[in-house]
């Protein structure tokens, strides 16, 4: 499961708070500025993934354009992997309440080693020292793409990341980090309660492909005023392995704190469990609702 094996990608369960990383047409959607720092702490057993991911994006209602930027630094087993990137997006009307949208991320993978936890053949002496033999560092560029079509409270979205699967140098040989292919479903779908009580259901669908390995992902999250929650269920195949993913969330005018826990529903022997937090600040309270059709080409999460 390690990406030091199969590079793998790392998986947010809170996908929709870190919306430029699951597809780069995501940026700036919305009619303001927005911050994310994610956490991910995933157990399986004798190796932890650790993931640290902070990303923005700013809309430019004027020109339809976004720009956005994003940071994520992977702890798993030895390797040491960043992935930093810039996104561009545009967004085009079809025709009233009809929108396409195009979003393209150029950066790069920088990838070293804790080499305190590696001990190779050569570190061994007759003598009993060590050599200094050290892996290589690297670091390499990287392209993804994705688009999306937003109709009314409706989105739907298709993403490749590492169009060029770029070679990361590991401890013998390259190890690739294979394109990653994803689809994926969203909706927002509003309510209001007698009184000044409001909030909306959102229902998501992604699937994820990564050399043979795919992940399906199904649930729905909702608020109510100022707190949300959300449920999901995500299969791997062919690896047999379900997890079951609960989430909460506590809103403010302009913040928005989230926790979830993925717990392993079979195949509990590899998965033993992840944690992860989010934080999310928005540049706009939307204390006004606009008509401008310019600015309704957005989903929120």
């Known amino acids: 499961m390690s990406s030091f094996l199969n590079a793998q990608d790392v998986t947010f369960s809170q996908f929709y708070k870190n919306p430029i990383y699951l597809n780069p047409s995501l940026t ?14 995933a157990d399986f057993g004798a190796l932890e993934n650790t993931a640290y991911s902070v990303s923005f994006d700013l809309p430019f209602e004027a020109t339809n354009s976004g720009l956005g930027g994003r ?16 996104q561009f997006s545009r967004k085009v009307s079809l025709r009233e309440n009809l929108f396409l949208t195009l979003g393209l991320e150029a950066g790069g993978v920088t990838r070293t080693w804790n080499v305190s936890d590696i001990v190779l053949p050569s570190d061994i002496t007759n003598a009993g020292g060590a050599s200094n033999t050290k892996p290589p560092s690297s670091l390499t560029y990287d392209v993804a793409a ?3 079509l937003n109709y009314k409270v409706h989105y739907v979205g298709f993403a490749v990341r ?27 779908i509003d309510y209001r309660l007698p009184g000044q009580n409001y909030g909306y259901f959102a229902p998501h669908f992604i699937f994820e492909q990564q050399k043979g390995n795919n992940q399906l992902t199904t649930g729905v999250y909702a608020t109510y005023n100022k707190v949300g929650a959300g449920l999901w269920i995500r299969n791997h195949f062919p690896l047999q392995m379900s997890s079951l993913i609960i989430m909460g969330t506590i809103k403010t005018l302009n913040w928005e704190f989230s926790y979830s826990y993925d717990i392993p529903v079979n195949g509990s022997g590899v998965f033993l469990g992840a944690h ?10 939307f204390k006004e609702k606009r008509k401008d059709v310019k600015t309704k080409n957005c989903l929120s999460f």
């Open 276 to 285: 992860e937090i989010a934080l999310t600040y928005y540049l706009s309270d």
């Open 71 to 86: 940071f994520m630094w992977v702890e798993d087993g030895m390797a040491r992997t960043g992935f930093f990137g810039a």
């Open 162 to 188: 590492h169009l060029t699967e770029s070679q990361a140098k590991a401890l013998i040989v390259n190890s690739q980090l294979y394109r990653t292919f994803l689809y994926h479903y969203g909706a927002r």
């Open 146 to 148: 994705g688009l999306g």
């Open 28 to 41: 700036a959607l919305q009619s303001c500025g927005r911050a994310f720092v994610n956490y991910r702490n």
